[in-house]
C-alpha cells in the first residue's frame, strides 16, 4: 500500500474560493505561484494565471484550485498556507511559510531558506 505524497503547499478555504472567483473571471488553468530575487529582505511571493504548467513544474491541486510551483521555487514554498485575508484596511493574499526567517517592515519581501531535505 502506498501512502499519500504530502502536498506541497495548501490553501485556505478563503483563498481558493477566491482565485477560485479570480481564475473563473479570467479563464485561466492554472495558479502558478513561486518566489523571485527582490525587495530590501531579498525575496518576494509571485502568484500569476496560466494555461498550462511548464514542463519541470510541481503540480498541486488543493481545494478545487490547480497549482503549479515552479522548480526554482519549490525548496522555498515547501510548507507554505496560502490565506486570502478581509480587514477593513485590505484584502490581501498572506503566505504562511515554515521557511520564512525575516520580513521587510513593508511587508513586500522577505527572507526564505530552503527547505531541508
Known amino acids: 500500500m502506498t501512502r499519500e505524497r504530502p502536498k506541497a503547499l495548501t490553501l485556505t478555504d478563503a483563498a481558493a474560493e477566491r482565485v477560485k472567483a479570480l481564475m473563473a473571471g479570467r479563464g485561466a ?21 496560466v494555461a498550462e504548467p511548464a514542463p519541470l513544474d510541481e503540480r498541486v491541486d488543493d481545494k ?33 511559510n515554515p521557511n520564512q526567517t525575516d520580513a521587510c517592515g513593508c511587508g513586500e519581501s ?5 527547505a531541508k531535505a
Do not use: W
Request: hydrophobic letters at 45%.
Open 29 to 49: 488553468g492554472y495558479l502558478r505561484v513561486g518566489v523571485k530575487n527582490g525587495g530590501c529582505a531579498g525575496m518576494e511571493y509571485v502568484m500569476d494565471y
Open 64 to 96: 478545487g484550485v490547480s497549482i503549479v510551483v515552479d522548480s526554482s521555487s519549490l525548496l522555498f514554498l515547501l510548507g507554505v498556507q496560502i490565506d486570502f485575508e478581509v480587514t477593513p484596511l485590505h484584502s490581501k493574499f498572506v503566505f504562511r
Open 110 to 114: 522577505v527572507t526564505l531558506v530552503a
